[in-house]
């Protein structure tokens, strides 16, 4: 089966879930949580070399005070209590968005993972966090401006690449497979110049009820479909195109 190098959740549904429960929100982000935590070691597990979870967007920041506070609590948990497994599964953690936004604890956590699992070899685990995609490219583009202004480089000599390497994905390859739970079919602010040629899957399942079955069928409907990237098929390149 032909496996994603890369992919990437975004983990919807958490407060439709705990309010079908007649719940709180923050008890489906509980549970969220734990469904994260199953999906990585999933993921690890079954070699998947990079993985992206999109935890909380630029958006997200506009939530009401009580659910982010609780979201920043969580993560900052979830960190602190994680890191010495994601060591013990080789799992490499690191973080894109603007963390300067982020409650000075979970800052901590996030550096102390990072550079704990630094020496990791295996999965490539990634968290979206405060991460709008519109605001990565803003940086990029405003970082190439500055060499442009500053004599470093010419406009042309900005090519696909030199975006590319700008973006703070880099250098993680662009996701192969993009995954969405909960029924709804949009990017949300997430992986724009990434997502070029991704595959998406959306399914229905609201986050908190995915589990590593979900995350088979997601897996074998990816092995199955064929990535033309805007090419022909034809007798001689179909079996290089869907690999
Ligand atoms: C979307 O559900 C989920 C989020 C905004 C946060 C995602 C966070 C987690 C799964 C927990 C933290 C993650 C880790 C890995 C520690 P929603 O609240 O938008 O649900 P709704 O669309 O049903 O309201």
């Known amino acids: 089966m032909t496996l994603p190098k890369h992919i990437a959740i ?15 929100r923050t008890f489906g982000h509980i549970k969220g949580t734990r469904v994260a935590k199953k999906i990585i070691t999933a993921c690890s597990r079954q070699g998947i070399k990079n993985l992206t979870l999109y935890a909380f967007s630029t958006e997200n920041w506009f939530r009401p005070q009580t659910e982010v506070s609780f979201l920043m609590k969580l993560l900052g948990r979830y960190l602190r209590k994680e ?22 604890d979970v800052f ?7 550079e704990t699992t630094a020496q990791c070899t295996g999965l490539n685990l990634v968290f979206a966090l405060s991460y709008g995609s519109r605001q ?7 970082e190439i401006a500055e060499k442009v202004a500053r004599g470093e480089i010419s406009p042309g000599q900005i090519d696909e690449a030199m ?8 250098p993680t ?8 739970t909960s029924g709804e079919q949009r990017l949300s602010n997430f992986l724009l ?10 399914t229905e399942v609201l986050w908190p009820n995915f ?13 199955v479909r064929q990535r033309r990237y805007g090419k022909v098929a034809t007798n001689d390149n179909l079996e290089k195109l869907s690999n």
């Open 193 to 202: 110049w990434q997502a070029a040629y991704s595959e998406f899957y959306f």
């Open 211 to 223: 589990t590593e079955a979900h995350l088979d069928e997601a897996l074998s409907a990816f092995s």
């Open 83 to 104: 890191t010495e497994n994601l060591v013990k599964e080789n799992i490499r953690f690191s973080v894109i968005g603007d963390l300067s936004k982020l409650p000075s």
């Open 136 to 142: 990565e490219i803003t940086v990029a583009v405003r």
């Open 163 to 170: 975006i590319s390497t700008s973006l703070s994905t880099y």
């Open 173 to 180: 390859p662009d996701p192969d497979l993009i995954v969405r």
């Open 10 to 24: 975004i983990m919807d549904g958490n407060g439709r879930w705990a309010q079908l429960k007649r719940k709180p």
């Open 108 to 114: 901590q956590a996030i550096q102390k993972a990072s």
